[in-house]
Every structure is written in C-alpha cells, then in structure tokens.
C-alpha cells in the first residue's frame, strides 16, 4: 500500500473514531434529566439530583472542547508533517537510533502533557473545586506533573529502549523479546505497584487496630482468606471522591481503602466492599486479567512486527527516513479499530467479573451492606444513574448502579 493511501486511512481513522465517541457521549448526554429509577429513589434527594445533572452537564461540555482540541491537534501535527520536524530534531542530536527514539517520543510526550495542562488545572481547579470535590493543591499538582514525567522517563523510556535495541539485533522477530519483556514488566507492576509506585504520589499507613480492623480480619478468616495487609492511603490529598482497590498476589496481595472511603462508609459497609475485593482474588479475576492482557499484548506485538519495517508507514507521517518510532506511531493509529475491539471484550469481561465479585460478596457477607456502600459512592461523587445503554456498552468497565443493584436483590 503506497503512503498516500495510508495517509488518508490514518485521518480516516481518527476523524471516524472522534465521530463515534461524540454521537455515543450525546446519546448520553440526552438521558442526563431522566427520572432516577424507582429502586434507586433513595440516593439522591431533589437538590442533589439536581446538581449531579449540573455536574454531568458541565463536564460532558467540557469533554467536548478538550476532545475536540486533542483531535485538531492530532490532525494538524499528521497534515503539517509535526512528526517530520520532531524527527529532524531527534535526528540533529544524534544518530542513534535507540537516542533518535527517545528524544523524539519525549518531545511528543512532554509537548503534549504541557499543551493539555491548561484543560487539566481547568478541570481540577475550576470543575471539581466547584463541585466540592477538589482537594488537591497547586504543589500537588505539579509535584505530580513532574513525577509523572520521571516515571515516563524512566520506565517509559528503560521499555522503548529495550525494544528498539531488540528489533536492531532481531529484526521482526523483535516481538517475542519485546513480549517477554513487557510480560514480566507487567507482572512485576502488579506485584509491587503498592510498594514502588503509590509511594511516590500517596502516603500509606496499615490500619490501625480496633473494631474496623477486628470486623475485616474475621470476615477474611471465615472465607479462608489470608490477609496481612490492610492500608489507609490518603486520597483525600486530591479529592473527595472514594474507592478501595485489592493489588498483588501471594505474600505481596494487599487491600488499600480510600481515607474518604472510611470516612464516608459505616464499618459494615467498608467490610462488604472489601468482600467484593476478595470475591476478585477468589476468582482468580486477577490473574485472568493479567493473563488477557499479556495475550493482548503479544497479539500487538506480533501484528506491529509484520508492518513496521515498512517505509510506507514512515512516509504517511511525512517522514521520508523510515524508523522503528515512526513506523510505531503510524502502526498505533492503524490499530486503533482493533484496539477498541479488544477494548470492548476486556470491559464485557470485567462486567461479568464485577457481577461475580457481588455475588460472592453477597453470599459471604451480605447484599444490604454492599448495595447500602454503592449508593453511598454513587451520591458521594455525583455519578449518573441514567446512562445510554450504547455508552455503557462501549465505555463502561462496571454495570451500572441498577444493574448492580438488581443483581445483588435478586434471590434475596
């Protein structure tokens, strides 16, 4: 296929996919002021109701204008031949291809961040600060634009480098090396990501003894789950919104709660949501998640591995010098339709395994508690209740509240 032709295949892609996302974020959009479902009639009152439409209004608005900026962007770099003037740069300082690499993805990287920063402070600062949620100060975050940017350095660059080296010495067998690589890295991060990375942006403190700690512990004995690790991360540092998250596996698996989490749930509560979380580590929805995206992983690599050697995906990007970076560049936007192919079977799948979390939850410990905590999340970060089947279908990595909750009732 000549480089005019992929030219137009590659802004083809990137217009259909921005087309896609508007008509399934209108759709959304337009089911905003529905009535809250019957069963669900208890999480939010008048005003609040209110107000969670205000806030779904107003960021779905500002969606618009920074998926629009981003898209405009992307288009304008491919059409000005940005990519080219990035490439001469990288080429000025050295030519070596493992450095040309590096350079070329961090100017692209780092360009982009700072262009975006002005959407981000917007949202964090003006959004979310009016709608009570913010807690994050002006030092955190640029403490956390810096540190993003050395993990982007760091690991970013320690993985990139190591694959341009691969496909100089293995040419398009590259990919198995690269897999194997990017396989362990994805293990090792799931191992350690509490221990290594969280420590960077939040600080963890094992939780203390008394009636919480006591009621978690025994319910973990009852199922025979063992359970060392239990840590309070101060989440409330940025927001006010909650969560609770397992990581880990074998010695190294730990359960993390929110601080807001605590503050805002009743301990029984709490004990439900970590139900659900060890309903995950019993089902093995961990290691089926890491095994699928590993599979993922080596599919890509394989499929990068038959084209980026070809010069026709440099030259639709303008860059007359074929490389690994630019074919990689290139190849990413081709992929991108089989991306979200594969995107959409990972999100059906963790649906199924948030269904069966539930289910084991409700049947370990109790339905009530557990349906009693989503809707306090639910109300606590003004979620919608009302979403466009097309737009949960497509986007949504948990059923929605009403599904949940029907699930949970259901045999109750």
């Known amino acids: ?210 009636s919480l700690r006591t009621k978690i512990e025994t319910y973990a004995k009852s199922v025979g789950f063992t359970l060392d690790n239990i840590f309070i991360i101060d989440g409330s540092k940025r927001s006010t919104k909650a969560n609770a998250y397992f990581s880990g596996f074998g010695k190294e698996k730990r359960i993390t709660l929110f601080d807001t989490l605590v503050k805002d749930l009743e301990e029984e509560e709490i004990v439900a949501v970590l139900a659900h979380e060890v309903g995950h580590y019993k089902k093995n929805h961990i290691i089926v998640n890491l095994l699928a995206s590993i599979l993922t992983t080596g599919f890509t690599l394989w499929l990068l591995s038959l084209f980026v050697g070809s010069p026709a995906l440099s030259q639709a990007l303008g860059v007359e010098e074929p490389s690994f970076h630019t074919g990689l560049i290139a190849f990413g936007i081709l992929y991108s339709p089989i991306s979200e192919i594969t995107g959409l079977l990972m999100n059906y799948l963790s649906r199924k395994f948030e269904y069966q979390a539930d289910n084991y939850a409700k049947n370990t410990y109790g339905a009530a508690p557990l349906i009693s905590s989503l809707k306090k999340l639910t109300k606590n970060s003004l979620s919608n209740l009302t979403p466009h089947k097309a737009y949960v279908f497509m986007h949504y990595s948990h059923p929605t509240l009403l599904q949940r909750f029907r699930n949970l009732k259901r045999g109750v």
């Open 1 to 210: 296929m000549n480089p005019q032709t992929l030219f137009y295949i590659i802004i083809a892609i990137i217009i259909i996919d921005f087309i896609i996302d508007k008509i399934l974020d209108t759709l959304n959009a337009k089911h905003f002021d529905d009535p809250i479902p019957q069963e669900l009639s208890d999480v939010y009152n008048k005003d609040e109701y209110e107000k969670s439409q205000r806030y779904k209004k107003e960021r779905y608005r500002f969606g618009i204008i920074t998926s629009t900026f981003s898209v405009l962007l992307t288009l304008g770099f491919i059409i000005f031949d940005g990519f080219a003037w990035v490439d001469d740069i990288a080429r000025n300082f050295t030519d070596n291809a493992i450095l040309v690499a590096l350079i070329f993805f961090g100017i692209i990287m780092i360009g982009s961040d700072i262009l975006t920063t002005p959407f981000s402070w917007y949202s964090t600062f003006v959004i979310e600060e009016k709608y009570g949620f913010n807690k994050t100060t002006k030092k955190t975050f640029f403490l956390d634009k810096i540190k993003g940017w050395f993990m982007m350095i760091i690991l970013g660059g320690g993985i990139l480098a190591l694959i341009v080296w691969f496909y100089q010495f293995a040419g398009n067998d590259f990919w198995w090396y690269a897999w194997i690589l990017v396989a362990v890295f994805s293990i090792f991060i799931n191992m350690f990501y509490a221990k290594l990375i969280v420590p960077l942006f939040n600080k963890q403190s094992p939780l203390e003894e008394g």
